[in-house]
């Protein structure tokens, strides 16, 4: 058993869909959230300033004496995942494998579709992966580089004409080539779950990054006898920009009521260069 806390960061908020499902599976577990809300979306930063901002987040994070960090942030896991991996001493698990692994299992003709940030289409991450799993799979990509500030600004549900008319551009190449899986590639997109489904059809399996990657971090802790096998967890956030209005749309991420206090933090004054650790293992 391990009491110590998981860490959890995204570029804001969107990897709260991840822990609300850590929450659901593992509520024995105390977790720390950082949404980095100053700098906010990274989609569209280039990569080494988003393996500079990824190394600063967890700089952050470290100042806890954690057991386990997961990278709830497409854009770090597919751009600055094997970095982080490398240069710290405990696990450091992304979003990626998990989910591209339910979305080779999950279609039936060969035809997969991967939406997320600029950064993560860029990448070829997803795409690499699952041919890995079977490499007659074709995926077809697509960056919506407006989700995330949609999702930031509470502009995701059905009947909001924006969210709508942005899902249904980004999406009609999707559904001309007859995907029939598309991976949600951004833990902001869950919230987006209703306009995307009802742009794609019933037929279509959308795959949740956020869900998926819970699911992957609960069974390695249980593998890894490294469960807190005591009663409610607790939830602790910090954010990079103004703490005012995180608890209204944080609740909407972790659909409860948010009461939990938020902190404010200097990421800037954290390191960006790597830090003298032993290698880790890529634990994926």
Known sequence: MDHRPIGVFDSGLGGLTAVRELRRLLPGEDIIYFGDTGRVPYGGRSPEAIVHYARQDVAFLRTFDLKAIVVACGTVSTTALDVLV???????????????????????NGRVGLIGTQATIRSGAYERRIAREDPSIQVLTEACPLFVPLVENGRFRPGDIVAETVAAEYLAPMREAGVDTLVLGCTHYPLLTEVIGACMGPEVALINVGATCAAAVAERLRAMDALNPGGAGESRFYVSDSVEGFSR???????????????????????SEPPALANQPDLG
């Open 249 to 271: 749309l944080a609740s909407t991420f972790l659909q409860r009521d948010v009461q939990e206090a938020v902190t404010q933090v200097d990421i800037w004054a954290y390191p």
């Open 86 to 108: 490398r240069e710290n001493d405990i696990p450091v698990w992304g979003v990626v494998e998990p989910a591209a692994r339910a979305a080779a299992r999950a279609t039936r």
